[in-house]
């Protein structure tokens, strides 16, 4: 007669997860065949959050910091005592196809937003695994999230189950919520490029248009006179 076996279900109340294994089994055995067993596991997802759970996380459930961002944004600001296993490193290889991707980024993404030119990282996995156990509780970041939930998931594959990650990454982090170290705050670390040259020549601008704004209108009369002053075309 075939039946179903329900085994315990195990919880984690520091990180929310749970997991039901559910097995089910023929409980007569058939002449010249094996009893027949099928096993259906059923393992929560990474434990998204926001900045202010992930400095729960960190000092009271002694979560560990792992940042997976490339070696740019780390050193520009990074959270205080974490580790550093890039998602994705530098791609210098000098084959012909290469070269021209990497030539075709350095003119156009690099160029304006000043990420290097990557390729993933094949030691991740164990460079991670070399460093912690599987049961350790880790705290994955990147700068806007989809590094980290990539990272998140390849490490859950390989093993690991207490795994969060910030929803939306570190440009989400206000001042002063996580202790950090470098030139900039967390969520500035990914700005870089034309784009925040374009930031500061568009707030220039702006300023020298609403002083000029301003002048026309408290003081129509002078301004009048610095315009009849302008040689005409």
Request: net charge positive; charged share 20%; aromatic share 8%.
């Amino acid at each position: 007669m075939a039946g179903i076996g329900f085994f315990p279900v195990s919880t984690s109340s520091n990180v929310r997860t749970s997991w039901l294994v559910l097995r089910t089994h023929n409980a007569r055995n058939m002449p010249g065949k094996l009893p027949g067993r099928r096993s259906l596991t059923i393992k929560a997802e990474v434990n998204f959050v926001n900045a202010d759970q992930a400095k729960e996380l960190v000092a009271a459930e002694e979560y560990t910091v792992l940042d997976v961002r490339d070696k740019t944004q780390f050193d520009r600001a990074h959270i205080k005592s974490c580790y550093h296993v890039p998602l994705f490193v530098e791609n210098k290889d000098n084959d012909p196809g290469t070269i021209i991707k990497r030539t075709l980024h350095n003119n156009f993404s690099g160029l304006f937003f000043g990420l290097p030119f990557t390729k993933p990282n094949p030691e991740f996995v164990q460079s991670v695994k070399s460093q912690f156990p599987p049961e350790s509780k880790l705290l994955i970041v990147c700068q806007e999230g989809l590094r980290s939930a990539a990272a998140a998931r390849k490490l859950e594959d390989a093993g690991f189950s207490n795994i969060a990650c910030i929803t939306s990454g570190l440009q989400t982090v206000k001042p002063g919520t996580l202790d950090s170290v470098g030139s900039r705050e967390l969520q500035d670390a990914g700005k870089a490029g034309l784009v925040t040259i374009q930031g500061k020549i568009s707030a220039v601008l702006g300023t020298v248009l609403i002083c000029a704004f301003l002048f026309i209108t408290f003081f129509p009369d002078q301004a009048e006179k610095l315009i009849q002053l302008v040689p005409a075309s």
